[in-house]
């Protein structure tokens, strides 16, 4: 009933010239005729790389995305990208509150609130992610943390845009450290995270938001998080910059 999706964050890797040719391997490395029957299939590439991978994605079916966006459509915000510039370089997604924005720019739930509404009103598919720091794991305030990155992301989101919203669980203990959450883990918190849907939006809604799980997948953890019910797919950083890993992480089984 929902459809996976398998989304590779490039975060600030790749020139424009090496992005290319990361796209045209991943072009000529997945049969998007039979995945598509499967599942989706997303990159996000840095917004300077935005144009010239759709470019090469064209006709593809593999779907493009940016990493984040300022919540204006324009104005005098030096240095930002509004999600209406995503959309006209060729994007369908925009991920948002990923922990790297939270950490290290200082993005908070009300700021990613304005970008959801942002991306939502431009047509976009938001990618919103959430996810503990180890300390709160550690103290038992996972669930409870991720609740309320939700509510706070989601306040004033309507029934018909959660229905074109993906949420991505991605514990920061295990970004870019090797480290997965078990499969059991993710699950349990994909099965939180759909109880808080479920509380804001009815089941049936609730039921067809897809949940991905981001944290050190890699091609031999994938099999394992995509056999849980909960796990609609999953968020990719450093196994997504490599074709072939990406590939095999799409061939999921
Ligand atoms: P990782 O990153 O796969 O390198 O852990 C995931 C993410 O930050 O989206």
């Known amino acids: 009933m929902r459809k996976p999706l398998i989304a590779g964050n490039w975060k600030m890797h790749k020139t424009v010239g090496e992005a290319v040719q990361l796209a045209e391997q991943l072009t000529a490395g997945i049969n998007m005729i039979k995945t598509a029957?499967?599942?989706?299939?997303?990159?996000c590439p840095t917004a300077v790389c935005l144009k010239p991978v759709a470019d090469s994605l064209r006709g593809s079916g593999i779907l493009?995305?940016?990493?984040?966006?300022?919540?204006?459509?324009?104005?005098?915000?030096?240095?930002e990208i509004s999600a209406e510039m995503a959309l006209a370089a060729?994007?369908?997604?925009?991920?948002?509150?990923?922990?790297e924005r939270r950490e290290l720019f200082g993005e908070d739930d009300a700021l990613i609130n304005l970008k959801m509404k942002a991306v939502l009103n431009a047509k976009a598919v938001p990618v919103l992610c959430v996810?503990?720091?180890l300390a709160q794991r550690k103290a038992g305030e996972a669930e409870q943390t991720v609740a309320s990155q939700l509510r706070g992301a989601l306040a004033g989101i309507g029934i018909s845009d959660i229905l074109n919203t993906v949420i991505a669980?991605?514990?920061?203990?295990?970004?870019?450290t090797g480290e997965t959450a078990t499969p059991e883990q993710a699950d349990a918190m994909h099965a939180s995270i759909r109880r808080v849907l479920?509380?804001?939006?009815?089941?049936?809604?609730a039921d067809s938001v897809r949940i991905l799980y981001g944290g050190s997948v890699k091609p031999?953890?994938?099999?394992?998080?995509?056999?849980?019910?909960?796990?609609?797919g999953a968020l990719v950083g450093g196994a997504s910059l490599d074709a072939a890993s990406f590939a095999r992480i799409v061939n999921f089984k």
């Open 37 to 43: 029957e499967r599942c989706e299939v997303l990159v």
């Open 90 to 99: 060729g994007c369908s997604h925009i991920i948002l509150g990923h922990s």
């Open 220 to 232: 031999d953890n994938v099999d394992e998080l995509m056999a849980r019910p909960n796990i609609d």
């Open 64 to 79: 493009l995305g940016a990493q984040t966006v300022h919540h204006k459509s324009s104005g005098a915000y030096t240095g």
């Open 198 to 205: 479920t509380g804001l939006y009815g089941e049936n809604a």
């Open 131 to 133: 996810g503990e720091v």
């Open 169 to 176: 669980y991605e514990p920061v203990w295990a970004i870019g």
